[in-house]
Nanobody, 115 residues
Framework: QVQLVESGGGLVQPGGSLRLSCAVLRSIFSVYGMDWYRQAPGKQRELVAVLISGGSGNYADSVKGRFSISGDSAKNTVYLQMNSLKPEDTAVYYC?????????WGKGTQVTVSS
């Protein structure tokens, strides 16, 4: 059974950085096309970044220029490098994949940006 396992969240001060990882266990699909979502308290889950074939990414306007998505096919892992973090980036971050019509989600990792 495919599992997505996120790690790397935590508490960071405004302006700081974090790197999230998403390991795909028993993978049956490419890391390309995988994405990161986030959900802040009281808000809907929103798409943050998508890893595109070739290694580039598409980003939400709110994180462009600050976040960078990447992947390692050999390790079946997707990363989200988050720089210049702001309090409004505080959320639970989820890794997601869709393959043959089935959606796969991780359990999420908490990111808190606060002084």
């Amino acid at each position: 059974q495919v599992q997505l396992v996120e790690s790397g969240g935590g508490l960071v001060q405004p302006g700081g950085s974090l790197r999230l990882s998403c390991a795909v266990l028993r993978s049956i699909f490419s890391v390309y096309g995988m994405d990161w979502y986030r959900q802040a308290p009281g808000k809907q889950r929103e798409l943050v970044a998508v890893l595109i074939s070739g290694g580039s990414g598409n980003y939400a306007d709110s994180v462009k220029g600050r976040f960078s998505i990447s992947g390692d096919s050999a390790k079946n892992t997707v990363y989200l490098q988050m720089n210049s973090l702001k309090p409004e980036d505080t959320a639970v971050y989820y890794c997601h994949a869709r393959f043959r019509g089935v959606h796969y989600w991780g359990k999420g990792t908490q990111v808190t940006v606060s002084s």
